[in-house]
């Protein structure tokens, strides 16, 4: 369960108040924001993984 600051942060995203700028071009807020939580770390994971083999 998200904490109160947590939750109007996702709101803000999702209605475009918050400045996503440096988000891929691919990125959709929503859909990440209902992904579980064991998605959304085992796809930060893979992410981490390619950039430390680029480097």
């Not at 579980?36 to 981490?48: F, H, L, P, T, V």
């Amino acid at each position: 369960m998200a904490g109160p600051k947590t939750h109007e942060q996702q709101l803000r995203i999702i209605e475009k108040r918050e400045n996503t700028a440096n988000a891929d071009d691919d990125f959709n807020a929503e859909a990440e924001l209902k992904r579980s939580k064991e998605e959304r770390d085992a796809r930060r994971g893979a992410e981490n993984f390619a950039v430390a083999m680029r480097n």
